[in-house]
């Protein structure tokens, strides 16, 4: 018997599968066992296709692979590589079992690339599994970004037997490529960002309390809801936040590849955070992800390290908005199905978008508004006390009008954005403020004496909820972070205790 490894989903992350293969006398005959899928099944006539076309004899024995563990469910075409080389070398005499081969086989013994393959591989470093793999040649410049594992690059099935056969003397098809992009380094860490703002700030005219809370949501990485009349530009600053987020280290970057790659698209390796925008009529399943045999991840788990945005907010089922209210506290989303139990990372920054009324026009103060008391009572209930208190920052929007002028950039957001997620590692910080554990609050969330006794004031005039007094805590830490401020002081606590919902 031989074996060597191959890999499969499990959720998102991906599960080390043994390859083992035996030929037994008996009826000729070919079988692949343990749960495998339509696509490891077929596997089986592009195998004996590749293996005659390149004038190999197929083995008239009885052929039995196994796909271990059993009891996992196996999907892919990366196993055809595995399985053909088994077979060829099954009485050479190297020790095949450290190595892991990913590819899919064509009839003429070509290896082809697998879009799967990324993020597959790059959730095996991750776990530390992997050290060296054979894979399509194709595919080589996205794998070279995954840190720590060898690539051994082939075109044919022949190039992966001699690879094999000359191990001690096979050499990695490529070296490791570094992240072309401007970085800084903090305490051995490094952090990269991009000066490409595709939408700008200065787009977006007067709004200069909007403008401040966008800054501050994107430096402590903190929800924010946007609440004004229809065109004053709620969308407008949600579409521009996501250029002046944080820098991103190496892994965040693979990360958010490995989630372009599951959602269909072509990973850009980009410092650039990921920005979902489902529409209100998406089905909860599309958002948190789902599935009845084989659970998928959805929007929320797709939004990991970057921005989920919700426009009308209040036109979203109650359901999806009830549901949101575990994964903007935990960062992360549970998926419970009778086959399969995931659980998906979920750090993101919540933007919503709403009216202050069905017609849209309560505040505007050059329209009347159409909606009776009772309506707009209705449309304010659909967003529940328990969700609106996971919210940081509420702004209510000002009146457009023609004197409005542009102020800050984009370009200078983000520079004061990378100031503060600076001051805010060299104090040693490794979460966002926004996602600091009760430990960290009191570490790194001290006040003065002013501040002190303005916090205890609010709590007793405003009857703060435990969790409200740790968001203006945290906020409050942000806005000191954006002014270089060792301790939150007066000016800050009073500036975060003003976006509280009123």
């Known amino acids: ?278 529409h209100h009529s998406s089905t909860p399943a599309s958002i948190f992800g789902g599935g009845s045999h084989k659970a998928k991840i959805g929007e929320v788990g797709l939004a990991n390290g970057g921005i989920l945005f919700f426009d009308e907010l209040p036109h979203f089922s109650k359901g999806v908005l009830e549901s949101l209210r575990e994964p903007m506290q935990d960062a992360k989303i549970r998926i419970s199905r009778v086959n399969s139990k995931v659980e998906y990372p979920a750090k993101f920054l919540f933007v919503g978008a709403m009216n202050p009324c069905p017609c849209g026009n309560l505040l505007d103060e050059n329209k009347e508004c159409r909606c009776s008391d009772l309506e707009i009572q209705r449309y304010k209930n659909r967003l529940s006390e328990p969700f609106l208190d996971r919210i940081d920052l509420n702004i209510v929007m000002q009146n457009v009008t023609v004197d409005d002028t542009s102020s800050f950039s984009s370009k200078e957001m983000h520079k004061m954005v990378v100031e503060a997620h600076i001051f805010a590692k060299k104090r040693g910080q490794k979460e966002f403020n926004a996602k600091l554990c009760d430990k960290d609050l009191n570490e790194f969330c001290m006040m003065d004496n002013e501040a002190e006794t303005i916090l205890q004031t609010a709590i007793s005039r405003f009857s703060l909820s435990f969790r409200s007094i740790k968001k203006i805590q945290k906020v409050a830490r942000t806005i000191a972070d954006l002014d270089k401020s060792e301790k939150i002081a007066k000016k800050h606590l009073l500036e975060a205790l003003s976006y509280r919902r009123r």
């Not at 099944?41 to 592009?46: D, H, V, Y």
């Not at 594992?149 to 003397?169: D, H, R």
């Open 1 to 278: 018997m031989k074996t060597v490894r191959c890999a499969t989903y499990e959720g998102i992350d991906a599960k080390v599968v043994d390859v083992e293969s035996t030929l037994t006398k008996g009826l000729p005959s070919f079988s692949i066992v343990g749960m495998a899928s339509t696509a490891i099944t077929e596997s089986k006539e592009r195998v004996k296709s590749a293996l005659l076309s390149n004038e190999f004899s197929f083995p008239p024995k009885r052929i039995t692979f196994l796909l271990a563990p059993s009891e996992l469910m196996k999907s892919g075409s990366q196993f055809d590589l595995s399985m053909a080389v088994l077979l060829l070398l099954y009485e050479n005499d190297a020790d095949l079992s450290q190595w892991f081969i990913f590819g899919e086989l064509g009839l003429d013994g070509s290896v082809k690339e697998n879009i799967q393959l990324y993020p597959l591989i790059l959730s095996l470093a991750n776990q530390g599994l992997i050290s060296q793999a054979i894979v399509p040649f194709e595919s080589l410049e996205k794998l070279s970004k995954i840190p720590n594992v060898a690539f051994y690059g082939v075109k044919t099935l022949n190039e992966a037997v001699e690879i094999l056969k000359n191990q001690e003397s096979a050499l990695p098809s490529i070296e490791q490529s570094e992240i072309a992009y401007p970085f800084y380094e903090i305490s051995k860490q490094k952090y990269f960002y991009t000066k490409e703002y595709e939408e700008d700030f200065l787009d977006v005219k007067g709004q200069d309390i909007a403008k401040r809370a966008a800054l501050i949501a994107a430096a402590g990485f903190h929800n924010i809801i946007f609440e004004g009349s229809p065109g004053c530009g709620k969308s407008m600053i949600a579409n521009r936040l996501r250029y002046i987020l944080p820098p991103m280290t190496a892994s965040e970057i693979l990360d958010v590849a490995k989630l372009e790659v599951l959602e269909g698209y072509e990973p850009l390796f980009k410092p650039h955070r990921s920005f979902k925008n489902p």
